[in-house]
């Protein structure tokens, strides 16, 4: 025995795949219930009353066939005689005995039965269950073959919590409302004259969008699940969305008031109420879901194929069934001709045999087969629409409210191609979360809750240049609060996978300095005005060229750049620039590269005139070609830092502005190229972390030098030139292989008046 709670979750499973099945499948079922009805009733009375009957038809006997016959008959123990019977024509031998007993009829009946009727009248009735039977479990087959179940449970599942989400009915509502501002807009435009009657159409269509609200507001799948509804309240709008009209409950429900109120629908506010932060949780969680099912379903198209695979089993079950079924509608007979065996026994040789259920199967067979054509038709018509329409591509343009669904295909668009022959609604409700703009419509919602601006305000940090600082990690969208802090001028953003700027960016009047740490940086067109105008120190880092965006390259008040990350195109280590042209950053005045070059960049050679600073931190990727610094004559302080060089570059000489000059962590061993540079007036040079042994006496002619770093080299002694730099300020010695200074140049120092003391000259380590 089962009890009902065990009888409920296959009632549960029935009505839920039933959203997947088409007309024509429930018509299909319909008729194999009616063929598996015939069927059975034509095997229950064969069962019960299938028989024949049969008389003697000649009256050929054998002398021992009458004696024993007479015997049977005649009680007596007289011996047998020979009696002759001469029986004349059936149709005059009419109440004549034939001279058998009940058990003779009845063995010539059951003999009969076995060699004088036909095999079809005798198991046709079981051959229909047969039929029926596997066509009943060939029907539904593609809803339980265990690698499509298991997709087909997860989307019907999917698809009851888009359906019992609050953020469907909220969304929906969004996309139609601005639906409606568009067409008043384009009704107004093309009838500026006549605003009222210009108005009518569009009202028109309005309350029709507003009529068909409630079409579905009876389907189960609009109510939400009791795990849903437990923690949370329900949903603002929580019964009805449609995909051309979808109004909230509470603003559509007095559809009268359309035509007497028409700008209350259009011109008002959006008037939505925000979800909960159970409810946000839950929409972020069913698109994140929605997402890996739509990959797992796009990636194989098994469902449609299994589909296709028992509509053709079906179609050539039913073909072969009618192929033999035809031919016994003029076979089943009523009468039968039978010839025993067994003369001696009977007394005759030819029966006439009555098959008592032929009438009734002729019947049941035509109740039979009337349904089965049906069905045939039904799975042809099934055929055709597979193979004439595209059911492994899907499109939500031409119907649908939102534009921005993207086409989905294989498994997942055959799905919602079956789901929309039993009600193109549903599939809109799960539009919804495929709608990057839907997504993106709850991350701000979320955000505007979540990051409002007191916690801006309380996050927002001052330091020491009294400039305010606002370091945001980690968030899926930029707030929209942000771009209501007027005072900021810092901004830090970190691993934000969409930073979108809006033209809201034009109230950050104080914004001039942006960090990019691996942030999908994208600008509005206005946006993008108010950037150009305000920027002015930007900092990117990033993992490869395309991470970049083009914008960038357009801040034409950009003063300092900083970049860091891989700047070729060829592994990182190649010769191509792939930033492109530096050309419209005419204001640049810094630029700072951390990334692996080869050679500089001929793109830099177009900043040449504004360029004052550049830094280049090669990370130890020794860099090969220099001459393009020969035309950056306006450089007055140059930093190349692990580039692996191990003479000065010649290109330094054409530098007649450079003042600072930075080579630490390279490779020089020498410095005898600094007689070279005499003629510029550096005052700082940094050779700090090199393998430097010796120091060429023409250090000394370096007259304006004030910082000189030698530090972490290898040197052993310094040469007596290097203490007549009258404006030296500082110098660096620690890391090197000196244990003390020089006696002789110690009692020199000492003994000058205008020279600082050696401890205060002199760092040694």
Not at 208 to 216: F, I, L, Y
Not at 224 to 246: H, L, M, N
Not at 302 to 310: D, F, P, R
Not at 622 to 633: A, E, P, Q
Request: hydrophobic share 40%; charged share 20%; with cysteine.
């Amino acid at each position: 025995m089962f009890s009902l709670l065990e009888l409920v979750p296959l009632n549960h499973h029935q009505s839920s795949s039933k959203l997947l099945k088409p007309w024509w499948e429930v018509f299909m079922d319909y008729l194999v219930v009616l063929m598996l009805m015939a069927s059975v009733l034509a095997c229950t009375e064969q069962l019960s009353r299938d028989r024949v009957v049969c008389i003697p038809s000649d009256s050929l006997v054998t002398d021992n066939a009458s004696g024993l016959s007479q015997a049977a008959l005649s009680p007596s123990s007289k011996p047998p005689t020979h009696v002759s019977y001469n029986i004349p024509d059936l149709s005059t031998a009419r109440g004549r005995r034939k001279h058998l007993v009940y058990q003779q009829y009845a063995y010539v009946s059951q003999v009969c039965y076995h060699e004088a009727l036909p095999l079809y009248s005798r198991f046709f009735p079981y051959m229909a269950l047969l039929q029926s039977l596997v066509l009943v479990a060939s029907s539904s087959f593609w809803l339980h073959f265990p690698h499509t179940s298991s997709r087909i449970e997860h989307f019907l599942a999917i698809l009851v919590k888009c359906c019992g989400s609050p953020w469907t009915s909220q969304a929906l509502t969004n996309a139609v409302q601005l639906d409606n501002a568009l067409e008043k807009e384009m009704v107004e435009e093309k009838q500026p004259t006549k605003p009222s009657s210009a108005s009518s159409p569009s009202l028109l269509g309005i309350c029709k969008r507003q009529s068909s609200v409630n079409v579905c507001a009876d389907h189960p799948l609009w109510k939400r699940s009791d795990s849903a509804s437990s923690g949370a309240p329900p949903s603002p709008c929580p019964s009805t969305t449609s995909c051309d009209s979808t109004m909230s409950s509470t603003s559509c429900a007095p559809e009268m008031r359309c035509a007497s109120n028409p700008r209350h629908v259009v011109d008002s506010p959006r008037q939505v109420i925000s979800l909960d932060k159970s409810d946000g949780e839950e929409a972020r969680a069913l698109f994140e879901r929605v997402r890996k099912f739509r990959s797992h379903c796009e990636s194989s198209d098994i469902i449609y194929k299994v589909y296709l695979a028992q509509t053709i089993f079906k179609l050539l079950m039913v073909t072969l069934i009618v192929s033999y079924t035809i031919p016994l509608f003029s076979s089943f007979s009523f009468t039968h001709m039978c010839h025993p065996e067994e003369k001696a026994l009977l007394g005759y040789s030819t029966f006439m045999c009555v098959h008592v259920l032929s009438s009734l199967i002729r019947k049941l067979l035509v109740g039979y087969f009337i349904p089965l054509v049906l069905y045939g038709l039904l799975n042809l018509y099934t055929l055709t629409w597979i193979l004439h329409s595209s059911l492994r591509q899907y499109s939500f343009q031409d119907f649908c409210s939102l534009r921005d669904v993207p086409d989905l295909r294989n498994d997942l668009a055959f799905l919602l191609h079956m789901l929309d022959q039993y009600d193109p609604l549903l599939a809109q409700r799960l539009s919804v979360f495929l709608s990057p703009v839907s997504e993106s419509r709850l991350l701000e919602e979320s955000l505007e809750r979540c990051w409002g601006e007191d916690k801006l305000r309380s996050i927002t940090t001052v330091d020491a240049d009294g400039c305010s600082r606002l370091q945001l990690v980690a968030l899926p969208r930029l707030p929209p609060a942000l771009f209501n802090r007027s005072h900021l001028q810092v901004l830090k953003l970190e691993l934000i996978t969409d930073a979108r700027f809006t033209p809201q960016v034009a109230n950050m009047t104080s914004l001039r300095e942006l960090h990019l740490y691996h942030c999908t940086a994208t600008v509005d067109p206005s946006a993008l005005t108010v950037l150009q105008e305000r920027l002015e120190v930007l900092h990117l880092t990033f993992t490869q060229p395309s991470e970049v965006p083009n914008w960038v390259l357009s801040l034409r008040s950009l003063h300092e750049l900083h970049l860091s990350g891989r700047l070729s195109t060829e592994g990182g280590v190649g010769r191509n620039w792939a930033l492109g042209s530096l050309r419209r950053l005419r204001h640049l005045r810094v630029l700072v590269i951390r990334g692996m070059l080869q050679r500089i960049p001929g793109e830099l050679c177009e900043v040449a005139c504004s360029l004052v600073r550049l830094k280049i931190y090669n990370e130890e990727t020794r860099l090969l070609v220099l001459t393009g610094l020969k035309r950056m004559v306006d450089l007055t302080e140059l930093v190349l830092q692990d580039c692996q060089l191990v003479r000065l570059p010649s290109a330094l000489q054409a530098l007649t502005l450079l003042r600072t000059l930075d080579l630490q962590h390279n490779d020089f061993r020498t410095v005898e190229e600094l007689l070279s540079l005499t003629h510029l007036r550096l005052s700082s040079l940094r050779l700090a972390f090199n393998r430097i042994v010796a120091l060429p006496a023409g250090v000394g002619m370096l007259r304006e030098l004030e910082l000189l770093d030698l530090s972490n080299n290898q040197l052993q002694r310094l040469p007596q030139s290097l203490f007549t730099l009258r404006r030296l300020r500082r110098l660096l010695l620690a890391g090197n292989l000196l244990e003390e200074l020089p006696a002789e140049l110690c009692g020199k120092l000492a003994s000058c008046p205008e020279c600082p003391p050696p401890h205060a000259l002199c760092q040694l380590g």
